[in-house]
């Protein structure tokens, strides 16, 4: 009896190699997600405060320039709304691309978990024909 359980136990598996190699990985992906988004995060956040700085930076010196130039009001007024109407497009614009990124992500997932569904199925059948293909070889003994 020891020298069967010994035997299994050295017993190697295609399966058990595959399945705990690839659940190695990817666990080791799922790990490293957290930082990758942080990173990207930071990342973005530092490029959108370059650009508010230099806008801030911008403003502080030219202010004083524009405003020696005396342009005329109803300009400037018409400058803001156009500016306005610009500026509420690129919030649209931006909320609308998050909602469109936030539904292909769902679609995506939805996607995938319908190929698990599917690559189940298809698997359950594979075993059964397996089984059967084993069980033909050992009559054929």
Known sequence: MNNTVSVQNNHVSVCDIMKGNTSEIIRKFESQIPSIIQNYSNLYTTYLHVFDDLFGTC???????????NIDQALLKQLKDNSELLKNRYLENIEIAAKFL???????????????????VVMESYAKTLSQFNQSMTFSK
């Open 59 to 69: 403003y502080i010196h030219e202010k004083e320039f524009f405003d020696k130039l």
């Open 102 to 120: 936030d539904e292909q992500v769902k679609l995506r997932i939805s996607t995938i978990q319908s190929f698990e569904s599917f690559a189940h």
